[in-house]
């Protein structure tokens, strides 16, 4: 009988897979670091206001809260790394040159799963870019979403675009909708419901055709409203630097509640669900805005499909062998896994190699 250890929604990682965890997210943030990204390590709660207020529209629902008998205020849990370091490149680095490029990895806590996504618990590792949210900055932080997969080993890998403001651009302008009814359109767009788009603004519906392989799809958009122009330049820009499979959903929205003109989706093959997302956004002090782009990876599902496994050749050194041979052989880049007492096997310390003549000899 196996009865639950721990809540539905989170999990002990356990070996292999807590390493393959720990060296996904030390080749992501070496990634981040080499392109000049320096770590910053948030705090696991915060005040809820601050929170939930710094991004626009990020959802505070999303977080597990608790009334903190210390200070009597309102805490949660972050969900979301990215308000946290909006806050702290807003608050103790806003003297900081800008851009500002900061990096962090650690865990999130939603209240709720997602319905595909059982997890509540994850592992979220990411770069943030502040103070520009240009076609540049897309480049560089998609770019280096990319490259660090690519560093981890992850192949396959695919990107999906979406404009998450596209629907308040044009039903500010060109096509407009009452706006009572502007969330109920931008649900319906999300779900691609063509009757329920139909009824409310049919000018609406070639969006939900312009979704597929990248170019055809912009192909399609660009013939939907000149008003998109410089958007679509700029997203064109930002493909025009990515080498890997890209694909354009315009009206997808879901999970990118604070992202602006551009988000983006990623994924890899055998890997289940997204791996993870970015955009452009903007963060909120004091009644201002500061732009900001960046992208966010979720490690365990990666580590699930296999990533970020190593070989695991684990060397057994028996009783009275010559700890420098041992010393020598980890300076070397083996494993070795010392018998404390003589009944210890290499069997049961599950080694592939056993020190023998002093030498690594293969079981
Ligand atoms: N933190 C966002 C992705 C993101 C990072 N920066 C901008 N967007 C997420 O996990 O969905």
């Known amino acids: 009988m196996t009865s639950a250890l721990l809540p539905a929604g989170f999990h002990d990682r356990l070996p292999p897979r807590a390493d393959a965890a720990a060296r996904l997210e030390a080749c992501v943030l070496g990634t981040a670091f080499a392109h000049g990204y320096e770590r910053t390590d948030p705090a696991l709660a915060e005040f809820e ?23 009597q205020r309102s805490l949660a849990i972050r969900p979301d790394i990215t308000a946290q370091v909006g806050r702290i490149a807003a608050t103790r680095m806003a003297h900081h040159p800008r851009p500002l490029r900061l990096s962090y990895g650690g865990p999130v806590l939603k209240l709720r799963a997602a319905d595909l996504a059982p997890e509540r618990e994850r592992l979220q590792v990411g770069c943030e870019l502040i103070g520009l949210d240009n076609v540049a900055a ?5 770019g280096i979403a990319v490259e660090a997969l690519a560093a981890a080993g992850v192949t396959g890998v695919s990107i999906d675009f ?20 502007i969330d109920a359109l931008r649900d319906r767009l999300d779900a691609k419901d063509a009757g329920g788009v139909a009824e409310i ?58 992202q602006t003109w551009l988000g983006f989706s990623l994924f890899a093959e055998g890997v289940r669900g997204e791996i993870g997302r970015g955009g452009a956004y903007a963060i909120v002090e004091n009644g201002t805005e500061e ?10 599902q990666l580590v699930e499909a296999g990533a970020g496994a190593d070989a695991r050749r684990r060397l057994f050194v028996p009783l009275g062998s010559d700890p420098a041979i041992a010393a020598g052989l980890r300076r070397a880049g083996w494993v070795t896994v010392a018998a404390l007492e003589p009944r210890d096997t290499a069997q049961a310390q599950l080694c592939t190699h056993i020190l023998a003549d002093g030498e690594a000899r293969p079981i």
Do not use: C
């Open 162 to 181: 979406t404009l998450p403001d596209l629907v308040d651009v044009l039903a500010a302008g060109p096509l407009p909708v009452p706006a009572e009814r």
């Open 201 to 258: 603004a049919p000018d609406y519906l070639p969006l939900i055709e312009a979704a597929g392989p990248f170019g055809p799809a912009l192909t399609r958009l660009r013939g939907f409203d000149g008003a998109l122009a410089s958007r679509l330049d700029g997203l064109a820009a930002v493909a025009a630097g990515l080498d890997v499979a890209l694909t354009l959903d315009p009206t997808e929205r879901h999970g990118f509640e604070y």
């Open 138 to 142: 897309a480049r560089e932080v998609a």
């Open 49 to 71: 206001e601050g929170l939930a207020s710094r991004l626009k529209a990020a959802r505070r629902q999303d977080a597990v809260r608790f009334i903190d008998p210390v200070s």
């Open 291 to 300: 732009p900001a782009m960046g992208f966010s990876l979720y490690i365990d």
